[in-house]
Each structure stands twice: as structure tokens, then as C-alpha cells.
């Protein structure tokens, strides 16, 4: 790594190994925000005068986006808040909670918060409880209500847009996934071009385009507090495999995991151009559905009865 930035005469904090470029933290941050803007241009995911709801959990990814975010609409005239949801584990999502408030306020914006128990009638743990085997996984249950979840709260606070803090890596690895479990259709799903739901909700990835490690060098240089603590079912699923087996191909082969991001991009689009299946509407609770009943509805029942 050189000892002076590529960008300025500051000392150099920060190496891109794919790239080549060194670079010292302010130059960094900039040119990550940067990233992001051409991201969110090339996939036309905003639009003037927008109302934002980031989805933000109290981890680096969702508190980066949200800065980074609010230093972008300034520019746009976008009026942005937050919204949390609370799934109930016991123990770990307490600190976030408190975190996502503070860092609310801190940067002005309105903040809420919905829990599964007052949505779905039943959290987390109360629902790994009650499930009948292990096939229906943690994050299988907790995924499916996060959505819904992060819908209601978006609309309660009448915005139309939602965006999330999937970076490359989780983006990547979702693509794995799919192909591991045969779902050919979620894979179009991937394609960062936002789509508005029968809700009217525009869903937005900005920061699918940059590395989970440069996402968390960005939160460290500008001093943003996270919650470092992992959730205590994160290894119930085979993400935590995909994304160490990943990493391991990158430390060996820097950029690796952007070439694949890029290959999957390109197949999620011929995916998602071909697909003709249509959104309706769930025949229990109405909420928009590619079935007669909904995922969420699907689970709900299985768990109560």
C-alpha cells in the first residue's frame, strides 16, 4: 500500500487491492459516496421529490446507507426516515433499537419502529418455538416477515420508496443460494432495477454495488456506532457457508467476487425480462402476492396451528 493517497497529499488509510488505488479516509468515504450515486443513477432508482423509508437494523450496512443517503438528498429535495423492525430476539436486538434511535435523532430524521409481535401476533422466538421441524429455518421465517414488515412500516409513514442496505456481498450471496435450493425465479428477483409493487412502493438496493468490508471501513472513518454483535441464529442457515466460502476466493483473488456479481447481474436480468408471472393480491390479508396466499400468511398458519 502506498503512504500517500492517490487522490490528495493526506497519508493513505485505506488499499484497494482490485483496483490498485490507495487512498486516505476522507477520499474513500467520497469516493464510496460517489459509487453509490452512479448506482442509484444507473438503475434510475430515484426520482425528485421522493419520500425515502431506509430500512435500517443498527448494523454498519443500514447506518452507512442512511448517512450516506441523507448527504445524497440534500441534493434531490427527498425527504427521508427511518424505519426499524423489532423481531423480538431476546438479548441482541435491544442495543440496535437503542443504537437506530439515537443515530435518528443525531441526524434529524423521524424514525419508527413495528415489531413482529404487534404485526403478526407472535415474534421470533415464539415462532421458532412453535415451528414443527428445522426445514423452516430462522431466517426463512424471519426474511418472509421482514419484508412484510418493512412494507407496513413504509406505508404508515407515507413514503413510496423503501430502500435497503443489501450490499454485493449479500446480494451475491442470495444469487448462491437460489441456485443451491433450484429457484430460478427469485434469481430475476436480484436484478437491481427497482420495481413498484401493487402497493405503489418503489424497493431500492443502493449500496448493491459495494463490498460488506469497504461498508464497514466507510462506518469506522466517519465515526458511525454500530451494533457488532451477530444475531444469535445466523448460523442456521447456509448464507454464513456461501459467505465465508466467498470471502476465501476473494482474499486469493482480489475483485473475484465482483466479476461474479457482475455474471449474476446479467443472468437476474434475461431472468427477470423472461418471467411473466404477475403480482396479485393474498386472498387472507390482501397484501400483494405472486400467489393465491401469501408467504407470510403461508407461515403465520403453519407456526399457530
Not at 479516509?25 to 442509484?40: A, D, M
Request: positive net charge.
Amino acid at each position: 500500500m502506498k503512504v500517500i493517497c492517490d487522490r490528495c497529499d493526506r497519508k493513505s488509510a485505506y488499499y484497494k487491492e482490485y483496483s490498485g488505488e490507495s487512498l486516505c479516509g476522507r477520499c474513500f468515504s467520497e469516493s464510496l459516496r460517489e459509487k453509490v450515486t452512479k448506482t442509484i443513477s444507473k438503475y434510475s432508482m430515484l426520482k425528485y421529490g421522493d419520500k425515502i423509508a431506509i430500512a435500517v437494523s443498527g448494523g454498519k450496512d443500514s447506518l452507512s446507507l442512511l448517512q450516506i443517503m441523507i448527504t445524497l438528498c440534500k441534493k434531490r429535495c427527498s425527504d427521508i426516515c427511518v424505519i426499524t423492525i423489532d423481531e423480538g430476539i431476546e438479548g441482541y436486538r435491544d442495543e440496535s433499537l437503542d443504537i437506530v434511535k439515537k443515530f435518528a435523532l443525531q441526524m434529524n430524521v423521524e424514525y419508527k419502529i413495528l415489531s413482529y409481535k404487534e404485526l403478526y401476533d407472535i415474534s421470533l422466538e415464539e415462532g421458532l418455538q412453535l415451528r414443527k421441524n428445522m426445514k423452516m429455518s430462522s431466517c426463512s421465517i424471519c426474511g418472509t416477515f421482514r419484508r412484510r414488515a418493512i412494507d407496513i412500516a413504509a406505508e404508515s409513514v407515507q413514503a413510496n420508496v423503501v430502500a435497503t442496505a443489501h450490499n454485493l456481498d449479500d446480494v451475491l450471496q442470495t444469487f448462491l443460494i437460489n441456485i443451491l435450493a433450484g429457484d430460478v425465479e427469485r434469481i430475476g428477483w436480484i436484478y437491481p432495477e427497482p420495481v413498484t409493487y401493487a402497493n405503489n412502493l418503489r424497493k431500492i438496493k443502493p449500496l448493491t454495488e459495494i463490498y460488506e468490508y469497504e461498508i464497514a471501513f466507510y462506518a469506522l472513518v466517519n465515526e458511525i456506532p454500530f451494533q457488532s454483535e451477530t444475531c444469535p441464529h445466523m448460523n442456521e442457515g447456509i448464507r454464513t457457508e456461501i459467505r465465508e466460502f466467498l470471502n476465501k476466493l476473494e482474499k486469493g483473488h482480489s475483485g473475484i467476487k465482483y466479476n461474479a456479481y457482475n455474471t449474476m447481474i446479467k443472468i437476474a436480468k434475461r431472468i427477470k425480462e423472461s418471467s411473466d408471472k404477475e403480482h396479485n393480491r393474498c386472498i387472507l390479508c390482501g397484501k400483494d402476492s405472486t400467489n393465491s396466499i401469501c408467504s407470510v400468511c403461508n407461515i403465520v398458519t403453519a407456526l399457530k396451528q
